[in-house]
């Protein structure tokens, strides 16, 4: 399998993933199916949190895969590395839902017991330190345009979508005639909010060609900036009120 442009922290394989997950199994049948269609995937760290022991040091981090799919759609799975079981041999763990996530990050984050304000902030800092790496390893490359759905890529892009002001009728119309698109990282930011939880948001950029050679660009935002942590899909057209709408959210937190 390919990379995609917004590497992440590294091409995501679906086989590798699911092959070193201890609970592979749950993982709905239909999601099963429409992995076995990957061409390329990219990851990204979506939370991190260690302690320092005694007894010993723990650590989990919960890592983001995307996976575009042969029919332009895409398929997240989030993977939680950790060592809180009774050896010191990394554990993995695999999710396709949300809420299941959550749950599951819940249990192994008691494991840690309650840290303290110094381990906390020193939490927050090892995990914010990680970012200006993280955006040099997304260093964008020429545009490489995938010619297979793209115009039903731009509608499943704009139907998951739950922002109020999301473009309209007209721009979904232009977008019909897209012959080929292409999804880039642009940037991201995060933050420890006062409840010790990581919020934060990172931009992708979906360009389509037009049939007409015109390039266009939907500007998707995904955030945890939800009272729980939900992750939200938001898509605008136009970067800058993509970046401004998630900061001017992010500083209300």
């Known amino acids: 399998m390919g990379n995609a442009r917004p590497g992440g922290a590294g091409p995501a394989d679906v086989e590798v993933v699911l092959a070193r997950a201890q609970n592979a199994f749950d993982i709905d049948d239909d999601v099963l199916g429409r992995l076995a269609t990957a061409l390329m995937g990219c990851t990204e760290l979506a939370s991190f949190r260690q302690r320092k022991g005694p007894p010993r040091r723990l650590s989990r981090r919960t890592l983001r895969h995307a996976f575009l799919l042969a029919d332009g759609s895409t398929q997240l799975l989030w993977e939680i590395e950790h060592n809180t079981g009774p050896g010191d041999e990394p554990l ?9 996530l959550a749950a599951a990050q819940h249990v192994i984050d008691a494991r840690f017991g309650e840290p303290s304000p110094e381990e906390l902030e020193a939490e927050a800092a090892e995990w914010l330190a990680r970012l200006p790496q993280l955006a040099m390893e997304l260093t964008p490359g020429p545009r490489q345009y995938t010619e297979a759905h793209s115009a039903e890529h731009a509608w499943r892009v704009l139907r998951r979508a739950e922002n109020t002001d999301v473009p309209g009728e ?11 698109h292409d999804i880039a990282y642009v940037t991201g930011r995060h933050t420890r909010i006062g409840t010790g939880r990581v919020a934060g948001w990172t931009l992708y950029e979906h360009a389509f060609l037009l049939s007409t050679g015109e390039e266009v660009s939907l500007w998707e935002v995904e955030h945890t900036m939800t009272p729980d942590g939900r992750p939200v899909c938001e898509v605008y057209a136009d970067e800058t009120a993509a970046c401004d709408s998630a900061d001017v959210r992010l500083e209300a937190l």
């Open 170 to 180: 007209e721009l979904l119309t232009r977008l019909g005639s897209a012959v080929g």
């Open 92 to 100: 993995y763990e695999v999710y396709s839902d949300p809420a299941t």
